[in-house]
C-alpha cells in the first residue's frame, strides 16, 4: 500500500481530521495534506511523529509490511 493511502486510511480509523492530525504531530495543515496526497514526504521527525500518533511502527506507515 502507498504511503499516502496508508496514512489517509489511518487518520480515518481514529476518525480524526486532517487539522487534528496536523496539530498533533506539530506541522502546518497544508503541509500535513501534502503527506496525504502524495506531493511531499514527511522528514524523519514527522515519520517518527506519525507512527507515534497511530501507534504503529515507521515499517507499517511505509507500507513495508502490514503488521502494525
Excluded: S
Excluded at 36 to 48: K, M, S
Amino acid at each position: 500500500m502507498e504511503f499516502q493511502k496508508r496514512l489517509r486510511e489511518l487518520r480515518k480509523e481514529k476518525k480524526e481530521t486532517q487539522v487534528q492530525i496536523a496539530e498533533a504531530i506539530e506541522v502546518t495543515e497544508r503541509q500535513y495534506q501534502r503527506f496525504e496526497a502524495g506531493e511531499n514526504y514527511p522528514g524523519f521527525e514527522n515519520l517518527c511523529a506519525l507512527a507515534d500518533h497511530f501507534g504503529v511502527t515507521l515499517d507499517y506507515l511505509a507500507g513495508r509490511t502490514d503488521e502494525r
